[in-house]
């Protein structure tokens, strides 16, 4: 079972949520949160595989929320679940460390899916959503490509060690981490810069200076 986190200000939308979910038989609803603050701490006490965020809330809203919750320290990914507009809370969202983003209006026929895949260790971008991000990089390759500031301080150690040849295992103990974080790591990198391949990880390494050289700690 996928443990799951709901955060919304509406009531009726997270009732809605909660049936939706569990009339699918594999997601177990552990708990919600009517705001951005008890979010994060719902997701601290609960640890839930996954919270589905809302981003618009009244007081800290769903990216901070999202921000907040990924540098806990725990193995808890974000989907986020919205009305807006991609191409305004796209980046931000990403950003901030969600590793889904799928629109509400499509939420009966595709949060399952979007649940599994992060459960799996992987992203989840539906495709319009995976075609801006794609013209949004082409907009900006170049500083991108030269910049590793683009990435959170995890990501580019996991970038460094992924470079390196290193094991999911291998990385997650070298982080700290559960094997599934690292992977989701792994997984926004791609997302964030485009890349597919170990060796697209590898040249950006090299190109950044984020691969160690050897004895360097």
């Known amino acids: 079972m996928v443990r799951v986190l709901l955060v919304d200000d509406h009531n009726v939308v997270r009732a809605g949520l909660r049936a939706l979910l569990e009339s ?3 997601v177990d609803v552990v708990g919600e949160a009517s705001s951005g603050e008890e979010a994060v701490d719902r997701a601290r006490m609960l640890e839930p595989d996954i919270v589905i965020m809302d981003l618009a809330m009244p007081g800290m809203d769903g990216v901070e929320a999202t921000r907040r919750i990924t540098k806990l320290g725990i193995d808890t990914k974000v989907l986020v679940l919205t009305i807006h507009d991609e191409d305004e809370f796209l980046i931000p969202a990403l950003d901030a460390g969600a590793e889904g983003f799928l629109n509400k209006s499509v939420a009966d026929t595709d949060l399952l899916g979007a649940v599994e895949a992060l459960a799996r260790g ?9 075609a801006l991000l794609a013209r949004k ?25 992924y470079a390196q040849g290193f094991s999911t295992r291998e990385m997650a103990r070298e982080m700290d981490l559960s094997p599934k974080t690292v992977e989701g790591y792994i997984a926004r990198v791609k997302t964030k810069l485009g ?9 950006f390494a090299l190109e950044t200076g984020l691969l160690r050289a050897e004895g360097e700690q």
């Open 24 to 26: 699918m038989g594999r």
């Open 137 to 161: 990089k082409a907009q900006g390759a170049a500083d991108r490509e030269s910049d590793p500031e683009v990435l959170s301080s995890r990501e580019r150690v996991a970038v460094g060690l």
């Open 195 to 203: 890349l597919h391949t170990r060796r697209d990880i590898v040249r």
């Open 122 to 130: 992987h992203s989840y971008l539906p495709r319009r959503v995976a």
